[in-house]
T-cell receptor, first 114, second 117 residues
Framework: GAGVSQSPSNKVTEKGKDVELRCDPISGHTALYWYRQSLGQGLEFLIYFQGNSAPDKSGLPSDRFSAERTGGSVSTLTIQRTQQEDSAVYLCASTLERGPYEQYFGPGTRLTVT | SQQGEEDPQALSIQEGENATMNCSYKTSINNLQWYRQNSGRGLVHLIL?????REKHSGRLRVTLDTSKKSSSLLITASRAADTASYFCATANLRGITQGGSEKLVFGKGMKLTVNP
């Protein structure tokens, strides 16, 4: 079946602009995660959605970052007033609600803020 | 915050040799997972080992877990050029049943493996 998809694959934006990144999880996966990966670094957890529960936003680095998940499926990560330090690859992953909890990742969106 | 720390940070070997990567972590875990990443994009899940397991095999992969030492190792046997990638360990603490049982993974910085043909 189809895997996790993300769009756009690459985004170049000017400092101060807002950007929206989209994630389509695997059908039937109720849990969805956003991560950020800076060059040569590991993955930094941003936010997690699980069914109808309140999202875990503990990883969002500032109030410029927000995310929504509509209808328990597609998710959008929004970064307002982008800064150069926001440049990174943004990865989305989804899992089944029940175990064994391996996460299925999308190809990521490479964001460059100039 | 970073949980897993891979060691070494980079490894270069010849095709056919075995590659061993180590991961250390700090807190109690429910399971530990290894992922591979090619070309800095999406990660691919390789293997998951639960906290009550000590060793697990999957094809050419062998993972061990020592919860007393808070460490894990990933062994790739008979390496191939196609194994060239970055490898990450990730640890998980199971969330409460009331929260659906899914989990937040904490990733290390990764280890770059180069297999030379």
């Amino acid at each position: 079946g189809a895997g996790v998809s993300q769009s756009p694959s690459n985004k170049v934006t000017e400092k101060g602009k807002d950007v929206e990144l989209r994630c389509d999880p695997i059908s039937g996966h109720t849990a969805l995660y956003w991560y950020r990966q800076s060059l040569g670094q590991g993955l930094e957890f941003l936010i997690y959605f699980q069914g109808n529960s309140a999202p875990d936003k503990s990883g969002l680095p500032s109030d410029r970052f927000s995310a929504e998940r509509t209808g328990g499926s597609v998710s959008t990560l929004t970064i307002q007033r982008t800064q150069q330090e926001d440049s990174a690859v943004y990865l989305c992953a989804s899992t089944l609600e029940r175990g064994p909890y391996e996460q299925y990742f999308g190809p990521g969106t490479r964001l460059t803020v100039t | 915050s970073q949980q897993g720390e891979e060691d070494p940070q980079a490894l270069s070997i010849q095709e056919g040799e075995n590659a061993t990567m180590n991961c250390s972590y700090k807190t109690s875990i429910n399971n530990l997972q290894w992922y591979r990443q090619n070309s800095g994009r999406g990660l691919v899940h390789l293997i998951l080992i639960r906290s009550n397991e000590r060793e697990k095999h999957s094809g050419r992969l062998r993972v061990t877990l020592d919860t007393s030492k808070k460490s894990s190792s990933l062994l790739i046997t008979a390496s191939r050029a196609a194994d060239t990638a970055s490898y990450f360990c990730a640890t998980a603490n199971l969330r409460g049943i009331t929260q659906g049982g899914s989990e937040k993974l904490v990733f290390g910085k990764g280890m770059k493996l180069t297999v030379n043909p």
